[in-house]
């Protein structure tokens, strides 16, 4: 699937909300629970079940990247599932938090 | 979705008010839901506020968010002419007022004191979320207008949650953190606070009426940890104090922005808050707030160094925060080498660049001209020199107020100063420094050229010395240069 900034997905096999903060260009194999991801507001495929390899879970509000740290997910709701990039699970950001300004 | 993620993980804190009567995340997100609901039956296409800064912020931007609507608040300074034109740009608007400036507006359809909308809100039936695309306007700011005709900014849902999830970390901070909000809620920083804040966490108090000596018994009163302050106000607080460090325990930042900060000013306030981390936070209202941040250790770096171009740094706006690229262009659009002057130039997924019924101002490749002027030094520490147009253009230099003023407001008799041109036959334009004297000092204009020529190139020397007793600011602390032209070009000044 393409991605851009912006774009909310949910997890097909469990409660996983997230929106992408850095996209990846071209084609990504995004998944959550050994599934992959669809657009917030599309119906997951009947019949998935979460794959029992993939369920690390995940936590609101933390942000996911993936070994090359160029790609961003933050979790606006959590679920069971593992999130991954071409089967590879994605790591926590660590927070690097700028100064409170506003 | 900010609320949800909000109420979902710390729905019991404290979001706004003070220690011993605050509301609670999950009570915001009930009033909110009923507010939704009301705006939606009330036919109204958007929604404007006419009110002080105050917990009815919040919760009117998210409860117009929540109804799928735009949300503008408004300058109540204005005229009832000014807030009447403003009002007329609105599409089929639920005006939510102040009570004093109710009769302001009153005849138009559709409106309701604050008081009013809260308590129906929290009794209406909670409605659903409207489900907008994320290019929708969100909120309408329109801009401080210190040129002519204020025009209004529309800020996406989009640019919104990338300012803020570009900038803070989800859930942040401590249950007893509290932040202290004084700037008026047209400002983009207080709508972008209403949204930071509430992502962070962390417990929100308002003073509306700015005074010196209140907003620093708030600090100690509510055990507020952080606060962010337009420029003229930490003055008046560095004035107040005198000599003697604040007695503020529990502040641990301070942020500032909205207009150019007198280096004198800072040197003062950061001597006076010694444990006090500063953050300097530049950003224009289409750019969802913050573009770039000079922070705290970057402050002590500079305060403490012997190397002037690091020390230098404190007059700097800091480096660019993540996702924003910038770019200083000459006049003819090439970038200018690293180090030179020109107009800024910024891209990221959080500006917006479009303004309502004049539509997109970017280029083709996305770039927003900030019309400021700036440099970037090698280190990608961003220095902005001023509005393009406040530019003084004399025998054919350009001239930025800015670094003449910044010369003069450390001259021991000169406690604020405006630096502008005025039209001249001879030189196109001269150069006039209106200052305004500390308490008992007197100036003799030779001296004062002299001062500046000793620092500058002798083109940047002063033409004119004006002292007046006062200078003229918007409520934001932006200095109004066109006034200020106007005054000593007028027939009956001498």
Not at chain 1, 28 to 43: F, M
């Amino acid at each position: 699937m393409q991605i851009k900034t912006g774009a909310r997905y949910r997890s097909q096999v469990c409660d996983t909300e997230l929106i992408v903060v850095r996209p990846l260009p071209g084609d990504v194999d995004l998944t959550c629970g050994g599934h992959p991801l669809i657009d917030l507001k599309a119906e997951p495929t009947v019949g998935l079940t979460l794959k029992q390899d993939a369920d690390a879970g995940n936590a609101l509000g933390k942000r996911y990247t993936d070994g090359d740290r160029q790609l961003e997910l933050l979790v606006t709701k959590a679920g069971r599932g593992t999130l991954a990039v071409g089967g590879q699970p994605l790591v926590v950001k660590e927070a690097k938090p700028l100064p409170a300004s506003d | 979705m900010f609320l949800d993620m909000a109420v979902s993980a710390y729905g019991r804190r404290a979001a706004l008010g003070g220690r011993s009567d605050a509301i609670s995340y999950e009570s915001l997100s009930r009033t909110v839901a009923g507010g939704a609901r009301m705006i939606g039956a009330s036919g109204a296409r958007s929604v404007a506020f006419v009110g002080v800064n105050g917990p009815a912020l919040p919760a009117l931007l998210m409860a117009s968010a929540a109804a799928g609507v735009p949300f503008s608040p408004l300058n109540y300074r204005l005229s009832a002419d000014g807030l009447n034109q403003l009002l007329a740009c609105l599409d089929a608007p639920l005006i939510v007022a102040d009570d004093v400036f109710e009769s302001v507006v009153n005849h138009h359809d559709r409106v309701m004191t604050v008081n009013a909308w809260l308590s129906a809100a929290r009794a209406a039936d909670p409605a659903p979320a409207a489900d907008l695309p994320d290019d929708e306007c969100a909120v309408l700011l329109f801009t401080s207008g210190t040129t002519g005709r204020p025009k209004a900014a529309v800020l996406r849902h989009e640019n919104l949650v990338s300012y803020v999830v570009g900038t803070v970390e989800f859930g942040a901070a401590a249950p007893e953190d509290a932040v202290l909000i004084s700037v008026p809620p047209y400002h983009v920083a207080a709508v972008g606070s209403a949204l930071t804040n509430l992502y962070a966490g962390r417990r929100m108090v308002y003073l509306p009426n700015f005074d010196p000596g209140a907003w620093l018994a708030l600090v100690a009163d509510e055990g507020v940890t952080s606060a962010m302050v337009v420029p003229t106000m930490l003055a008046r607080i560095v004035e107040h104090l005198g000599d003697a460090p604040a007695d503020v325990a529990t502040l641990r930042s301070l942020a500032y922005g909205g207009a150019r900060m007198p280096v004198t000013v800072l040197e003062r306030a950061l001597r006076l808050f010694p444990e006090v981390g500063f953050a300097n936070a530049y950003g224009l209202t289409e750019t969802s707030s913050t573009i770039a941040v000079l922070t705290p250790e970057d402050h002590r770096e500079a305060a403490g160094s012997d190397d002037p171009r690091v020390r230098a740094r404190l007059t700097s706006v800091g480096r660019l925060v993540p996702g924003v690229e910038a770019e200083v262009r000459e006049p003819d659009g090439r970038p200018a080498a690293i180090g030179d002057a020109g107009e800024l130039w910024v891209r990221g997924p959080q500006i917006s660049g479009v303004y309502q019924g004049i539509g997109s101002v970017l280029d083709a490749d996305g770039w927003f001209p900030t019309r400021d002027r700036a440099r970037i030094d090698a280190a990608g520490y961003l220095f902005v020199d001023g509005r393009a147009d406040d530019v003084i253009i004399r025998g054919g230099e350009n001239i930025a107020p800015a670094q003449i003023e910044d010369v003069l407001v450390r001259h021991p008799a000169v406690r604020d100063v405006a630096v502008v041109g005025v039209p001249d036959d001879e030189w196109g334009e001269r150069i006039v420094a209106v200052v305004v004297l500390r308490e008992g000092a007197v100036v003799d204009a030779d001296e004062v050229r002299s001062f500046v020529r000793a620092r500058l190139r002798g083109s940047h020397t002063p033409d004119d010395v004006v002292v007046c007793r006062s200078l003229p600011y918007t409520p934001t602390g932006k200095v109004l240069r066109r006034e200020i032209v106007a005054e000593l070009t007028s027939p009956a000044s001498s």
